[in-house]
């Protein structure tokens, strides 16, 4: 018996059960259809998730704190010069007794001083933010001194509207210790710095009032009497780029192997990545189960279709069919 006799005879009985042909063939559809959506599904979704993750600009980042051992010039050359480290902000925090920009009070005090030999933005939030961080004017140039910058938030919550004005002008930056009994009274401090830009809220400098180190340092000497306060005491906090957000886990060990104490998001992130990992499985296995019960359909159907070709079988078996052709004719169905 030719293949094409095969096929005719099997075309033939699928036309006689035209609705059990239709639902079998419904069924592998479906849960073929499922195991390849799902399988997608799980997929993109994890290849977004990764997406969204990998651009934000802080999980790049580690964030240095002095712990043991302090963080001054000396930690920040020498994180600078750890593999794959492709950027270094070091920054310093104060707080003044009282702001004014332009002679007019601002109720936030807090100040921000960065040190202009290192980043003043760092890469990573440049490519993340995709506009320019400078408003108005310009960010800080390297190895300035004496120059600030504020941020575009920092202005809307001191209520001034126009930000073009602000730049050329100057911020009193006042430092005076309160009274103390049995101690005697120092002299009131102040700094004027020249703004020199504003800088887009899609920064984290643009919630700032940021100037030099070397502004907020002359600040903490007042506060503390300690003089040489950067060589001395040091920075705040130091963040570090890494290259790709991949090499964090590895660049946060080699930093805490110094003594340094650290934050980062790597282990978050590994995280997260073992849950899309595991969805992704669910999905597939869902739609695994879905194509076994489509193929328990087509088992069963074809157990049917045997059963009612009992006698036909028997009929070929007579006229001198094998056994191997009798099997061709039930696959090829």
Same mark, same amino acid.
């Given at each position: 018996?030719?293949?094409?006799?095969?096929?005719?005879?099997?075309?033939?009985?699928?036309?006689?059960?035209?609705?059990?042909?239709?639902?079998?063939?419904?069924?592998?559809?479906?849960?073929?259809?499922?195991?390849?959506?799902?399988?997608?599904?799980?997929?993109?979704?994890?290849?977004?998730?990764?997406?969204?993750?990998?651009?934000?600009?802080?999980?790049?980042?580690?964030?240095?704190?002095?712990?043991?051992?302090?963080?001054?010039?000396?930690?920040?050359?020498?994180?600078?010069?750890?593999?794959?480290? @492709?950027?270094?902000?070091?920054?310093?925090?104060?707080?003044?007794?009282?702001?004014?920009?332009?002679?007019?009070?601002?109720?936030?005090?807090? *100040?921000?001083?960065?040190?202009?030999?290192?980043?003043? *933005?760092?890469?990573?939030?440049?490519?993340?933010?995709? +506009?320019?961080?400078?408003?108005?004017?310009? +960010?800080?140039?390297?190895?300035?001194?004496?120059?600030?910058?504020?941020?575009?938030?920092?202005?809307?919550?001191?209520?001034?509207?126009? =930000?073009?004005?602000?730049?050329?002008?100057?911020? @009193?930056?006042?430092?005076?210790?309160?009274?103390? $009994?049995?101690?005697?009274?120092?002299?009131?401090?102040?700094?004027?710095?020249?703004?020199?830009?504003?800088?887009?809220?899609? =920064?984290?400098?643009?919630?700032?009032? +940021?100037?030099?180190?070397?502004?907020?340092?002359?600040?903490?000497?007042?506060?503390?009497?300690?003089?040489?306060?950067?060589?001395?005491?040091? =920075?705040?906090?130091?963040?570090?780029?890494?290259?790709?957000?991949?090499?964090?886990?590895?660049?946060?060990?080699?930093?805490?192997?110094?003594?340094?104490?650290?934050?980062?998001?790597?282990? $978050?992130?590994?995280?997260? $990545?073992?849950?899309?990992?595991?969805?992704?499985?669910?999905?597939?296995?869902?739609?695994?189960?879905?194509?076994?019960?489509?193929?328990?359909?087509?088992?069963?159907?074809?157990?049917?279709?045997? $059963?009612?070709? @009992?006698?036909?079988?028997?009929?070929?078996?007579?006229?001198?069919?094998? @056994?191997?052709?009798?099997?061709?004719?039930?696959?090829?169905?």
């Amino acid at each position: 018996m030719k293949l094409t006799d095969k096929i005719s005879i099997s075309l033939n009985d699928l036309k006689k059960r035209k609705l059990r042909t239709f639902i079998t063939a419904l069924s592998i559809a479906i849960g073929t259809m499922l195991v390849i959506d799902m399988f997608g599904i799980g997929d993109g979704m994890q290849k977004l998730v990764m997406r969204q993750i990998t651009n934000h600009a802080s999980l790049k980042d580690v964030k240095v704190y002095g712990d043991k051992q302090k963080i001054n010039k000396s930690a920040a050359d020498s994180f600078l010069k750890l593999n794959k480290v @492709t950027g270094v902000q070091a920054e310093l925090n104060t707080e003044a007794t009282e702001v004014k920009i332009d002679n007019r009070k601002i109720d936030d005090k807090s *100040i921000s001083g960065i040190d202009t030999d290192y980043d003043v *933005i760092l890469k990573a939030e440049k490519d993340a933010a995709r +506009v320019k961080p400078a408003v108005y004017g310009r +960010v800080l140039k390297k190895h300035e001194l004496n120059a600030a910058v504020v941020g575009e938030e920092y202005l809307k919550n001191a209520d001034i509207k126009n =930000y073009k004005r602000v730049v050329g002008k100057y911020v @009193t930056l006042s430092v005076k210790l309160p009274k103390a $009994q049995g101690v005697a009274n120092k002299k009131e401090f102040s700094l004027k710095v020249k703004i020199v830009g504003v800088i887009n809220k899609k =920064y984290l400098i643009g919630e700032k009032l +940021v100037t030099t180190a070397d502004i907020a340092a002359k600040m903490q000497e007042y506060y503390t009497d300690k003089q040489n306060y950067l060589k001395n005491e040091g =920075y705040s906090s130091i963040f570090v780029e890494g290259k790709d957000f991949k090499d964090v886990t590895k660049l946060t060990k080699g930093i805490e192997a110094k003594g340094y104490k650290v934050q980062s998001y790597a282990q $978050q992130t590994a995280q997260i $990545q073992s849950l899309m990992k595991i969805f992704k499985i669910i999905l597939v296995i869902a739609g695994i189960i879905v194509l076994a019960v489509a193929c328990i359909v087509v088992i069963n159907t074809n157990t049917m279709a045997v $059963q009612e070709k @009992t006698k036909r079988i028997l009929n070929k078996k007579a006229l001198g069919a094998s @056994t191997k052709e009798k099997k061709l004719i039930i696959l090829v169905q």
